[in-house]
């Protein structure tokens, strides 16, 4: 039979009708949790609702996770349904690529308060029911938070401080019983990368993919354990860091990883046909 570690646990996934929130969403049924899944567009997050099952089990939530207002009147409800809140999953992300000067002001605004300020924010409008429960918080941030990419300079910058601000927490509830972790993945195979993989850089590329339900089974982990990050590929993360460290070894690194990304290309678009 399988393990039910989240059951009788309310949990909140943000970016959860497709992708790693969806998959996240899916995991959390499977351990016998009740999810709420929010996302922007009402049509989709029925569809994910009605494709995971699971019933009463599941709440959909549409909001901007970006409109603070609407998403604490998400939390209210959530409360005044269930009662409790055992779990945020803060998911949802957005990225429009390309040097800085290529974006428009509004764009590397959207990025900034999707990436950073509305995990920052929902996180303090959930903690009070989380120290109830001595439940968790689990953000999704990538590797570009781990090692500078350029090309995608602001969006790098709002997952680097999407970990300084899960480390931060983390080491501030300590003491509390609530977990505070982040996910660190590389390029993983949902619509955020395939629907425009004509402007991911091949650096990106060079990376092996995961897919969502391998992010999925990271969160999962987190959340029970709160160990502060889990990231993927090991070998991605383990070069992050060195590329972190030793910026001058980064540099020469980078054409050896391009190659390796345009062939990683090739063979991706194969497959996609
Ligand atoms: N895919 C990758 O290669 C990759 C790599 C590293 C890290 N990540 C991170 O993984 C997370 C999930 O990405 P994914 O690949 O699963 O993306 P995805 O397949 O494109 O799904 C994104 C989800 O987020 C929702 N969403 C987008 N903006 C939102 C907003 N402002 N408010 C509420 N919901 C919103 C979308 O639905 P609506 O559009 O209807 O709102 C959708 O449900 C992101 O934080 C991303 O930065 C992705």
New binding site residues.
């Given amino acids: 039979m399988a393990s039910m570690r989240f059951e009788e646990q309310v949990v909140l996934v ?10 996240c969403a899916e995991a959390l049924l499977a351990e016998g949790a009740t999810v709420v899944l ?4 009402l049509g ?2 029925e569809a ?1 609702a009605e494709a995971v099952g699971a019933g009463e089990r599941v709440h959909i939530a ?5 409109d603070s207002a609407a998403m604490g009147a998400v939390i209210s409800d959530v409360i005044e349904r269930y009662g409790r809140l055992d779990g945020l999953v ?6 429009f690529r390309g040097p800085v000067t290529e974006r428009t002001a509004a764009e590397l605004g ?1 990025m900034v ?3 950073l300020r ?1 995990p920052l924010v929902l996180s303090r409008v959930v903690l009070p029911h989380l120290l109830e429960t001595r439940g968790f918080i689990v953000n ?5 938070g781990k090692v500078p990419l350029d090309g995608s300079a602001a ?1 790098s910058a709002t ?1 680097f401080g999407l970990r300084a601000f899960t480390f931060a927490l983390h080491e501030e509830l300590r003491e509390s019983g609530v977990r505070v972790s982040c996910v ?10 395939l ?1 425009d993989l004509s402007t991911v850089t091949d650096i ?1 590329l060079s990376q092996r ?1 995961c897919t ?1 339900a391998d ?1 999925a089974d990271m969160v999962l982990d987190c959340a029970l354990d709160g160990l502060p990050e889990r990231a993927w590929p090991p070998e991605g993360a383990r070069l992050a860091t060195i590329g972190y460290l030793f910026p001058a070894l980064r540099r020469m690194l980078k054409p050896l990883m391009r190659r390796r990304g345009a062939r990683n290309r090739q063979k991706l678009l194969a497959r996609l046909g």
């Fill in positions: 943000t970016g959860a009708s497709l992708g790693v929130g969806r998959a929010n996302a922007r567009r989709p997050l994910a549409p909001a901007d996770v970006s803060n998911n949802a992300g957005a990225h959207i308060d999707v990436n509305a999704i941030a990538s590797l570009a969006y997952k660190s993945p590389g390029p993983i195979e949902t619509s955020f990368i629907d990106t993919m969502p992010v």
